[in-house]
Nanobody, 113 residues
Framework: QVQLVESGGGLVQAGGSLRLSCAAS????????MRWYRQAPGKMRELVAA???????TYEDSVKGRFTISRDNAKNTVYLQMSNLEPEDTGVYYC???????WGQGTQVTVSS
């Protein structure tokens, strides 16, 4: 069973940056679309960014120009570079492999004002 493990979350001040990583336990990331979701307290999980197997990317409107999704196929890892962070970006960030219905355990991002 393929596993996804996120890392890189933490506490950062508004305007700061973080890079999240999602490592897969098998060579699978290069073949499929990968997604990052986030869930703020009391809110539904929402799609933040996605990258297809041919590296086309899409973003939720509020993060466009601030977040960048990318992949390193050799490391079986997908990244989410987050810049100019805002308190509204606070939440648990999850990596998702939709074709397999797989989710990581999540990593907490907290942005203080």
């Amino acid at each position: 069973q393929v596993q996804l493990v996120e890392s890189g979350g933490g506490l950062v001040q508004a305007g700061g940056s973080l890079r999240l990583s999602c490592a897969a336990s098998a060579r699978i990331i290069s073949y499929y679309t990968m997604r990052w979701y986030r869930q703020a307290p009391g809110k539904m999980r929402e799609l933040v960014a996605a990258i297809t197997s041919d590296d086309r990317t899409t973003y939720e409107d509020s993060v466009k120009g601030r977040f960048t999704i990318s992949r390193d196929n050799a490391k079986n890892t997908v990244y989410l570079q987050m810049s100019n962070l805002e308190p509204e970006d606070t939440g648990v960030y999850y990596c998702n492999l939709p074709v397999r219905g797989l989710w990581g355990q999540g990593t907490q991002v907290t942005v203080s004002s």
